[in-house]
């Protein structure tokens, strides 16, 4: 627009270009594998059929990052994640407390664990491998998570085709 264009000329900017001539990074290119559900299944049987994938990029030394669409199928998919791969298995929530601010705030908690907040989870996830994230589609949505070389994504009838991608990155 031409407000745009005259604050820029004000602002010298159009003398002071920059030109990206190669990516800073090389970023695989995205595959996605469409395993069917039937509507209403449980979600830890959705990942079941995942699990051919989950235990190869496990194998690689990978990540592996599962949406689920409930706050209540967290810490189910996690436990039953630790059980059937043995790895680390961090957990994300909205629930989640991060301060002791909040934890006084939200009376419903009662303790602050500094070492099961959101960031401390993020962080232990990024320091592991292999490693394994579980997390809700709304904390999903939110985050950008790089390290995850593999999103499974559960109940994802649910979602529209804009919130897949975003889900995935």
């Known amino acids: ?5 005259e604050f820029l000329r004000f602002k010298d900017a159009h003398s002071h270009t920059a030109v990206l001539e190669t990516r800073p990074f090389e970023a695989p290119k ?15 049987r959705q990942v079941q059929q995942a699990d051919e994938a989950i235990a190869r ?3 690689d030394t990978g990540r592996v990052f599962v949406v689920t669409r409930t706050r209540a199928n967290v ?10 791969y043995r790895v680390p298995v961090t957990m994300l929530h909205g629930e989640m407390v991060d301060t002791r ?12 664990q500094p070492d099961k907040t959101r960031v401390a989870m ?7 491998l292999p490693a394994i994230l579980v997390g809700t589609n709304l904390v999903g949505a939110g985050l950008d998570i790089p390290n995850a070389d593999l999103i499974v994504v559960t109940d994802a009838d649910g979602f529209g085709p804009a919130e897949l991608e975003q889900l995935i990155g």
């Open 57 to 59: 990029h496990l194998g």
């Open 1 to 5: 627009p031409a407000a745009v264009d």
């Open 122 to 128: 993020l962080e232990k996830f990024r320091q592991t």
């Open 30 to 44: 995205t595959t996605v594998h469409q395993l069917r559900a039937r509507y209403g299944e449980d979600p830890l």
């Open 75 to 84: 810490p189910r998919m996690t436990q039953f994640l630790e059980q059937r």
């Open 101 to 112: 601010e909040q934890a006084q705030r939200l009376q419903k908690f009662k303790t602050y």
